[in-house]
Antibody, heavy 118, light 110 residues
Framework: EVQLVESGGGLVQPGGSLRLACSAS????????MTWVRQAPGKGLEWVAN????????QYVDSVKGRFTISRDNAKNSLYLQMNSLRVEDTAVYYC???????????WGQGTLVTVSS | QSALTQPPSASGSPGQSVTISCTGA?????????VSWYQQHPGKAPKLLIY???KRPSGIPDRFSGSKSGNTASLTVSGLQAEDEADYYC??????????FGGGTKLTVL
């Protein structure tokens, strides 16, 4: 069974940092692009970042460029999102998702809540 | 890149059909056949319903169908059931390094 499990969310003050992790199982992790998508409370989905199969290419939404870093460890079947200089507007549930290409997200984790507040 | 436009709400009675639209531009929906639709129940993760405009992943009932005309994609839910009450989102490939999501539509089964 394909499964994605996020961890690492929590409460952090503005300007702080947090590292999210996504553990994958049930499929060949290194064979897929992977994506982070977030959803602010009561709002819609927002694509945040994605990373190529071998980690060689990464893309970010403009609002997180220079602050967030996506990475992966194929040996550990894990995806990461390092979030620095966090802002109140980064408060959201963060989902990791498997990308079939062309941003078709066919498998999602259960999400992890990040709350940025003083 | 602007978000895709979806109606905030839609509704139908059990057994009826309802169609949700997703309007973009020639640079996204109209330019590529890479429109996907997702269903999200409250407190749950999104679930892929439709990809590449009209294809269904394994396990998705054929009550769910997708289509596209020009810059507008549509999701039709036929034979509405109570469990179809959820939020629905579209997204579209918009060129290299670019994706856009719709704002979401809340479907109510009356």
């Amino acid at each position: 069974e394909v499964q994605l499990v996020e961890s690492g969310g929590g409460l952090v003050q503005p300007g702080g940092s947090l590292r999210l992790a996504c553990s994958a199982s049930g499929f060949t992790f290194s064979g897929y692009w992977m994506t982070w998508v977030r959803q602010a409370p009561g709002k819609g989905l927002e694509w945040v970042a994605n990373i190529m199969k071998d980690g060689g290419h990464k893309q970010y939404v403009d609002s997180v460029k220079g602050r967030f870093t996506i990475s992966r460890d194929n040996a550990k079947n894990s995806l990461y999102l390092q979030m620095n200089s966090l802002r109140v507007e980064d408060t959201a549930v963060y989902y990791c998702a498997r990308d079939l290409d062309y941003y078709v997200l066919d498998c999602w984790g259960q999400g992890t809540l990040v709350t940025v507040s003083s | 890149q602007s978000a895709l436009t979806q109606p905030p709400s839609a509704s139908g009675s059990p057994g009826q059909s309802v169609t949700i639209s997703c309007t973009g531009a020639s640079s996204d929906v109209g330019g590529y056949n890479y429109v996907s639709w997702y269903q999200q129940h409250p407190g749950k993760a999104p679930k892929l319903l439709i990809y590449e405009v009209s294809k269904r992943p394994s396990g998705i009932p054929d009550r769910f169908s997708g289509s596209k005309s020009g810059n507008t994609a549509s999701l039709t839910v036929s034979g509405l059931q109570a469990e179809d009450e959820a939020d629905y989102y579209c997204n579209s490939y918009a060129g290299i390094n670019n994706v856009v999501f719709g704002g979401g539509t809340k479907l109510t089964v009356l």
